[in-house]
């Protein structure tokens, strides 16, 4: 479909557990796809080894956070583990005006916020871990987090895991790339819908005046 055709942007919601694989499939899907945004969540955790400011996430303190939230900056915001999380507007605005779609490796709640907020633009997709043995393996692997920490992202997985049903699609991921070509197509297939792609009408209309 030709690119210049008028489309409407939609919001890729993507949940899991902590340790479920998210963040790194979402990171590749954004890498990928130029029409894809990663929405940069501020937060009040501490950076992890590795992690950079306005990559990751912006990393602010308490008291940066809580004027953000009086000022409305946030679209949602949410406490995950003792940390509060939020999500900028108006980088959301701004992509989604200039046509842009964007994803937001967000929690359940996070998610159920978004898309109370654009029912019509919103695609939520819950990755799951082939095993709960699995994703504690894949936590401690990480060794970025102290012990007690990674007990309690365990722990908080079974609660998390509980709102899959508040998902559209669900990807099992036991193989990164089997994991990977999943998403990838769910991308592909909600950017085909015809509710996304206003620009069909005009083209459809042209189609049927063309008399041969
Ligand atoms: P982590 O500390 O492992 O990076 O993230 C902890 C949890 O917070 C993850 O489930 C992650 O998806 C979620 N999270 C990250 N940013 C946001 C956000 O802006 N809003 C919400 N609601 N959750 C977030």
């Known amino acids: 479909m030709s690119s210049e055709r008028a489309r409407r942007g939609l919001l890729l919601v993507v949940s899991s557990p902590s340790g479920a694989g998210k963040t790194s499939l979402s990171r590749r899907l954004v890498a990928d796809n130029p029409s894809l945004d990663l929405s940069i969540s501020v937060t009040t955790r501490a950076p992890r080894p590795g992690e950079a400011h306005g990559r990751e996430y912006d990393f602010v303190d308490r008291a940066v956070f809580d004027s953000m939230v009086d000022e409305n900056a946030f679209m949602e915001w949410a406490e995950v583990h003792e940390h509060r999380y939020g999500t900028p ?11 842009q779609d964007v994803l937001f490796d967000i929690d359940w709640q996070g998610a159920a ?23 504690a393996r894949r936590l401690h692997a990480r060794a970025q987090d102290a012990e007690d920490v990674i007990e309690r992202r365990l722990k908080r997985a079974y609660g998390e895991i509980e709102h899959w049903t508040e998902y559209d699609y669900v990807i099992v991921n036991e193989d990164f790339d089997a994991a990977y070509a999943e ?30």
Do not use: Q, T, W
């Open 89 to 99: 507007g108006v980088p959301v605005v701004l992509a989604v005006s200039a046509g």
């Open 113 to 135: 916020a978004i898309a109370a907020a654009a029912p019509e633009e919103v695609v939520r997709v819950f990755i799951l871990p082939p095993s709960m043995a699995d994703l």
């Open 183 to 212: 998403l990838a197509h769910i991308y592909r297939a909600e950017r085909l819908k015809r509710v996304r792609n206003p620009g069909l009408a005009p083209f459809v209309a042209g189609l049927l005046a063309e008399r041969l």
